[in-house]
């Protein structure tokens, strides 16, 4: 069981970055997916996820700004986030879950998989 981020950076309002997460095949193939973002001291933050039918569901947020895909045959997750803004500064961490996609977006506890995170920073 291993999720593994990359992409994190730091970048100027307005500006682009794409997140990627590797996973194992026996949790990609079953789960939802998805990515939730959380800053020191504070809640963590559902941002989307994305059934393995490639349906997905965004918070409010970042609707229209961010792209969540999946790619079932190599195993990958990303994020494209644009139209950055300072307050999308955060950890963000591509997690997979048992649970519909409905339920985690707005509950990111209830990822039952987590990697450890990558840093954006927007400013």
């Known amino acids: 069981v291993q999720l593994v981020e990359s992409g994190g950076a730091s970048v100027q309002a307005g500006g682009s970055l794409r997140l990627s997460c590797v996973a194992s095949?026996?949790?990609?193939?079953?789960?939802?997916m998805g990515w939730y973002r959380q800053v020191p001291g504070k809640e963590r933050e559902g941002v989307a996820a994305?059934?393995?039918?490639?349906?997905?569901i965004y918070a409010d947020s970042v609707k229209g700004r961010f792209i969540v895909a999946r790619d079932n045959a190599k195993e990958h997750l990303s994020l494209q986030l644009n139209n950055l803004k300072p307050e999308d500064t955060a950890m963000y961490y591509c997690?997979?879950?048992?649970?519909?996609?409905?339920?985690?977006?707005?509950?990111?506890?209830?990822?039952?998989?987590r990697g450890q995170g990558t840093q954006v920073t927007v400013s």
């Open positions: 997690a997979a879950s048992v649970s519909a996609c409905g339920v985690v977006i707005t509950a990111p506890n209830e990822y039952n998989y």
């Open positions: 095949g026996y949790i990609y193939s079953h789960h939802c």
């Open positions: 994305i059934n393995a039918h490639g349906s997905a």
